[in-house]
């Protein structure tokens, strides 16, 4: 089986309130990309990708007037995808929601929320003390992760959490000390996320399930100079330790050095500096027991993927599609 992260950026923009393509001339919310252009190259990769389920981080909208169903309904039918199945879960403010596209030939997911004593439904809140002053702080999610239940036609079942965890961005700071206090506070408020995310973890696996994390993690080890006042990024702290590790092999690549190349996911470019940053912020992370699965790991990056490079027409539908590429997981489940 094949599965997939992909996070599409701006997704939402490409559709009307009926959930119909706008493809046409008029720009795109990526920069000097039409509509037409990113919808195109969407398809290509998502056709080349081919996954029999693939995590859509930055799906469409659902609101009011919107339905993210509907709209990945209507772009899998247009270009004739065969995953043309839609799961979605908990809404959000964002229009950024987490869907799930997949083949249901294959196999079937549905939204399960699960909640314990020490890991509430993603949906509510989560108390923590942020900043140590004996006072627990309410955290929420700006985009509550998708949790699925997920059986295959053999009969297989997984459990498998989409997640996209808020960006450390200093939206609205106006000097530079206000830019670290921002930095500051958003990235405590990530770490509670992961904390929790963390928690509902553990307890799919104290539970004896098969558990598969993808999504946009927005961090990695050595992201930014804030890191270093709290001693764990976000991505450590969902992989854990121990016998209840996750295990994903470009994040242990990564936390294994901090210099030298490192594998990455996502391109941007800062305008500032006038040059292109590459992170790696995408994961596909899975349990233990699903290591005896065969598990494949690969990130269809355009310039490090040898496949990916010489294929010229996917190369561009590559760059062109979104700042963040696919991380694929062939797995025998």
């Known amino acids: ?24 001339s008029g720009w795109s919310a990526r ?14 990769v998502l056709t080349a990708v081919d996954a029999d389920a693939i995590m859509i981080i930055e799906a469409p909208d659902t609101s009011k007037k919107r339905s993210t169903t509907k709209a990945l309904s209507y772009f899998a039918e247009r270009f004739s995808l065969r995953t043309n199945a839609v799961a979605t879960g908990f809404v959000n403010d964002t229009q950024q929601e987490i869907a799930l596209l997949y083949d249901p030939a294959v196999l079937t997911a549905r939204h399960d929320p699960q909640e314990s004593a020490n890991a509430p439904r993603f949906d509510t809140a989560f108390h923590i003390d942020l900043d140590i002053d004996a006072t627990r702080d ?3 999610f700006s985009k509550p992760p998708l949790e699925l239940k997920v059986e295959t036609t053999n009969g297989s079942v997984l459990r498998m959490i989409g997640s996209h965890l808020k960006s450390k961005a200093p939206h609205g700071a106006t000097d530079r000390d206000e ?3 921002f930095a ?20 799919h696996l104290e539970a004896g399930d098969s558990l598969i994390v993808l999504g946009d993690l927005n961090d990695g080890p050595g992201l ?19 016998p209840q590790a996750l295990f994903d092999p470009h994040a242990e690549q990564a936390l294994a050095r901090k210099l030298g190349a490192q594998p990455s996911s996502a391109r941007f470019y800062l305008t500032g500096e006038k040059r292109y940053m590459q992170a790696l912020l995408d994961y596909v992370m899975v349990s233990q027991d699903l290591r005896s699965k065969s598990p494949r790991w690969r990130i269809w990056h355009p310039f490090e993927d040898p496949e990916c490079w010489r ?23």
């Open 179 to 181: 830019v670290m206090r």
């Open 138 to 140: 309410r955290v929420v």
């Open 1 to 24: 089986m094949r599965l997939a992260t992909y996070n599409i950026e701006w997704f939402d923009a490409l559709f009307d309130d009926d959930g119909v393509l706008h493809d046409d």
């Open 224 to 242: 930014d100079e804030y890191e270093n006042l709290f001693g764990r990024s976000s991505v450590e702290i969902v992989l854990g330790e121990g």
């Open 31 to 44: 920069y000097k990309v039409s509509r037409a252009e990113q919808t195109t190259a969407i398809a290509r």
């Open 311 to 333: 294929d010229q027409a996917l190369r561009d539908a590559l760059l062109t599609a979104s700042d963040h590429f696919p991380v694929v997981l062939d797995i025998d489940v």
């Open 184 to 203: 500051i506070a958003n990235r405590r408020k990530q770490l509670a996320q992961a904390i929790w995310l963390r928690a509902r973890i553990d307890a």
